[in-house]
């Protein structure tokens, strides 16, 4: 298709603002802790001073998006982040002094976390403020200045953060690029001191083969099939109410949703329906309910339905609470839906669901549960119910993720002190909190030499002072 005039300026804005950037990170390249902090301020600010304009933009962008779940997963997560970072960042930017092995001595050894320079952040359209602002405010922690892309699928939300984060940060800081697929390609076609990109995996994948062309670091926070495990006697209404608002929060537009279970003891049918049953208390009337968040597009809002039509079609158990299904068609809402054992070639057991279905799954054992998980990809979260500490450890020994909850799900996410990412096809590199701030920031080892230093010892010509200190170098 050809470039429309908007596009090609969008793509020939990318330059100039990266270059604005260098020369602004090249005059200040250690922006001081005073400074920084004042950043995560204003980020804070920005979110709470501008908290109904955001609710509107992201509920006209997915047509319905309930404004107390944006107040809780974009607002307050997005401020929680940034006055976490305000707190602490004295402590993450001091410099670390390390042990110095005998080889070395006498000396000082340190690290100092230095700012990677200009970096680039490309978010989806999901939970566009929390995924655009918390890596933002991982960047600003660290000292670096921002070019971001965010979604094209959530514009009012994008044009809005570009108003807020220019009426906030001059340009040569933090930037706002919008725009589409194209503009994206060439946004992350550019050279950027780190490159953070949260969205699909297949996307993700050409985002490092473009930033690898430059050797840039990138973190990628992909998607992916997360399961829950189930053992067979924790009690069903115990599980099934953080089971359901984790697929259900949202419509099931969360990269860590519980994506299926995996139920042992012969319980899919008695938990499937446990689970409907929740929804139904949680979401009374799917078409009308304001808690209940829309299918954010026509595209995503078929392929679903594809989903359900294929697994009814092929003959799964469809479970949905009772429903005005007009109203809810209207509306782009989709029931929340359980489907009881669908076949491993259906697209729902193929593909990240990304909406508000949930297979459930039987299983025979713990054994079989791990053997099923491990045959995929590595998933971005894991979850395992069980009130037996042996069963979760051989949980968590058996299989791979990039994080877990047990006896819930999701919080793992919102816990500042533990770093979120995903593994293998779902991701590398995290951030949050620390471990956010260590992401954006290089970790430069510094050693200084005392005045009279051993490596005199250590030169040629080697004699046998040089072998006794090489010997005990062999044992240290
Ligand atoms: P999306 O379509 O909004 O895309 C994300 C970003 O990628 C957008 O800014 C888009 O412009 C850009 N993009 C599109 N094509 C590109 C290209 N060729 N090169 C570079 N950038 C390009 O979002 P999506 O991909 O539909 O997001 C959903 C996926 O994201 C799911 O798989 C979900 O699990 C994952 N996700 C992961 C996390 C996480 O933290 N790990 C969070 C949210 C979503």
Redesign the pocket.
Known sequence: MPQSPETAADIAAIGPLIAAQRAAFARQPRRPLADRRADLLAIERLVLDNEAAIADAIDADFGGRSRDETRLVEIAVTAQAARNARRHLGRWMAPRTVATPPMASPGRSRIRHEPKGVVGI??????PVQ?TLVPLVAALAAGCRALI?????TPRTSALMATLLAEHFPTDQVAVVTG??DV??A??AHRFDHLFY????R?GR??AEAAARHLSPVTL????KSPVIVDADVPLERIAHPIAWGRFLNAGQT?VAPDYVLATGGRAVALGQAVIRQAGQFYPDVGTNDDYTAVVSDRHYARLNAMIEEARHRGVEVLQAPHDAAAAARTRRIPPTVLIDPPLDLAVMRE?I?GPLLPVLSTTSIETACAHVNAGERP?ALYVFSDDRRVVDQVLDATHSGGVTINATMLHLTNENLPFG?VGE??SGAYHGRRGFEEFSHARSVFEAGRWHASRLIAPPYGSLFRMIAGLALKA
């Open positions: 490309v978010s989806p359209w999901n939970y995924l892309k965010p979604s094209e699928l589409g697929a994206a390609e946004f992350c949260t969205g699909s995996t996307v050409s985002v926070e992909l998607g992916g990269c990240e990304f971005l995903g779902s991701g």
